[in-house]
């Protein structure tokens, strides 16, 4: 059996590789709050957050947060070493009323394994060249494309450690919004499909 709660706990300490300021594990309360605030609440208020204008399609909420009950968030920071990533991920995840009681912590640290694994895809995706994040001038973000690379991102990092249940989690509300009628999620699984190919996207959903 997959030991999330260990693959989580590995995921916060070496992030994949990814080098981020920090990942904070907070009250789920606490990401309703705004970026100040959230910074505030673990110490970091001090630094300037920075805003990216979005370029294109603007987010909706409907399929996607609906069927994986995702939580987490990444804040970009100005600091003395340049830009960096704050990552807040929940300390529980939503109940699932349809899995028993003695798998809910199994549950919980599944979804902030997934949740980790997609808010590391942002920050891969903010440091590296020509991605969907532009730093120059005025910061504009290609949302659809973003929110695609992140979830592909979290989908090769679940398959790669072996963490089918993850993944196919994963996969299947993204391949839900294939049928969406909001333009946001119908462009997001297309770009999806695009970077890890539409047979194992649906493979997995099926599974």
């Known amino acids: 059996m997959v030991d999330y709660k260990k693959m989580f706990e590995l995921l916060v300490q070496d992030k994949n590789g990814i080098n981020v300021h920090s990942v904070n594990v907070i009250d789920s309360s606490i990401l309703h709050l705004d970026d ?3 910074l505030s609440s673990v110490g970091l208020g001090k630094y300037e957050t920075l805003t990216f204008y979005v370029d ?45 009681p003695e798998y809910q912590e199994d549950w919980s640290y ?7 694994a997609h808010e590391l ?3 891969s995706d903010i440091q590296r060249a020509d991605g969907n994040f532009k730093l120059e001038n005025k910061r504009t973000v290609n949302l659809v494309g973003a929110e695609a690379y992140a979830n592909a991102y979290a989908l090769e990092y679940l398959n790669k450690v072996n963490a089918p249940i993850a993944r196919n989690t994963l996969a299947r509300a993204i391949y839900r919004a294939s049928s969406s009628t909001k333009a946001f999620e119908k462009e997001l699984y297309l770009c999806v499909c695009k970077q890890i190919g539409k047979g194992r996207l649906k493979r997995w959903a099926a599974a």
């Open 110 to 116: 599944m979804l902030k394994l997934i949740a980790l």
């Open 121 to 123: 895809g942002h920050a």
């Open 56 to 100: 294109g399609q603007t987010y909706c909420n409907g399929t996607l947060n609906q069927n994986v009950n995702l939580e987490g968030c990444l804040v970009n920071i100005q600091t003395e070493k340049g830009i960096e990533q704050v990552i807040f991920i929940p300390s529980e995840a939503p109940h699932e009323s349809s899995i028993s």
């Open 36 to 38: 100040k605030a959230k």
